[in-house]
């Protein structure tokens, strides 16, 4: 079965640091670009930053330009999100989502139907 599962949420307070990890299972990763998401309580899922296949490519929404980083271990097969700096509007839930015909994290980038979508992970930021 080709499935995506985020990890590595939880609760944090302001200022704080959480890693999230997407991990693939029945399928390499290599080949797909990774976006990962998040739904905050009542609004619409919003893209939050894109890694390319090769890697040499990624983007950031505004709002996470400077604390998040993205990347990706191919030995692994995993996709990481360091977040830092966390702020209470960061929460929500987190989805990992994958596309192999997306080759370049543009401008649309998280306007993509992706191919693969995970379950998410809670991240609550609050004191």
């Known amino acids: 079965q080709l499935q995506l599962v985020e990890s590595g949420g939880g609760l944090v307070q302001p200022g704080g640091s959480l890693r999230l990890s997407c991990a693939a299972s029945?399928?390499?990763?290599?080949?797909?670009?990774i976006g990962w998401f998040r739904q905050a309580p009542g609004k619409e899922r919003d893209g939050v930053s894109c890694?390319?296949?090769?890697?040499?490519?990624?983007n950031y929404a505004d709002s996470v330009k400077g604390r998040f980083t993205i990347s990706r271990d191919y030995a692994k097969n995993m996709v990481f999100l360091q977040m830092n700096d966390l702020k209470p509007e960061d929460t929500g839930v987190y989805y990992c989502?994958?596309?192999?015909?997306?080759?370049?994290?543009?401008?649309?980038?998280?306007?993509?139907?992706?191919?693969?979508w995970g379950q998410g992970t809670q991240v609550t930021v609050s004191s």
């Open positions: 989502a994958a596309d192999v015909a997306l080759i370049w994290c543009g401008s649309s980038w998280s306007r993509v139907s992706y191919d693969y």
């Open positions: 029945g399928f390499t990763l290599d080949a797909y670009t």
């Open positions: 890694i390319s296949s090769s890697g040499g490519s990624t």
